[in-house]
Antibody, heavy 116, light 108 residues
């Protein structure tokens, strides 16, 4: 059974940093692109970033380019999202998702609140 | 990049057919994907590559795409289908992932 478990969310002040983690199990992690998607309260999902299976290719939404960094450790089956220079508008539940002909498996999400 | 546009809401009676459109300039060259999301839960993939259904998804969910519009069809709508539905695709260069704004399906 595919499982994705996010952690690392919390309350942070504007301008602060957080690192999110997503531990994967139940599939061959290194073979799949992985994504981060966020969802602000009462809003729809918004794509944030993705990374190729071997880590050689990454892309970001314009809204986080230059502030967020996606990475992965295939030895530990873990996906990361380093978030710097956080803004109030980054407040959301952050989901990691596996890409296998669509985002076919999602974690339960971790809540990030950016507030002073 | 481009936007994916969905109607904010669709309402149908139980047993009827609901059709949820998703329009975007990139859809003639990019696949559409559909997700269902119930309150407090993560999205669930319903349709991939325009019309393919993952295992475990009921047959009453189907997808199609023509030109700049992709459509999710829910046949024989049930009360449990009341949820938010999102389309998703990629930009022309396949670099960015795009989500539609979502459609709330209400079962009357």
């Amino acid at each position: 059974e595919v499982q994705l478990v996010e952690s690392g969310g919390g309350l942070v002040q504007p301008g602060g940093s957080l690192r999110l983690s997503c531990v994967a199990s139940g599939f061959t992690f290194r073979k799949n692109w992985m994504h981060w998607v966020r969802q602000a309260p009462g809003k729809g999902p918004v794509w944030v970033s993705r990374i190729k299976g071997d880590g050689s290719g990454v892309s970001y939404a314009d809204s986080v380019e230059g502030r967020f960094t996606i990475s992965r450790d295939n030895a530990d089956n873990t996906l990361y999202l380093q978030m710097n220079s956080l803004r109030v508008e980054d407040t959301a539940v952050y989901f990691c998702a596996r890409d296998k002909a669509g985002l076919d498996s999602w974690g339960q999400g971790t809540l990030v609140i950016v507030s002073s | 990049s481009y936007d994916l546009t969905q109607p904010p809401s669709v309402s149908v009676s139980p047993g009827q057919t609901a059709r949820i459109p998703c329009s975007g300039d990139g859809l003639p060259s990019q696949y559409a994907y559909w997700y269902q999301q119930r309150p407090g839960q993560a999205p669930v993939l319903l349709i991939f590559k325009d019309k393919e259904r993952p295992s475990g998804i009921p047959e009453r969910f189907s997808g199609s795409s023509s030109g700049t519009t992709a459509t999710l069809t829910v046949s024989g709508v049930q009360a449990e289908d009341e949820a938010d539905y999102y389309c998703q695709s990629q930009d022309i260069t396949s670099t960015y992932v795009i989500f539609g704004g979502g459609t709330k399906l209400t079962v009357l």
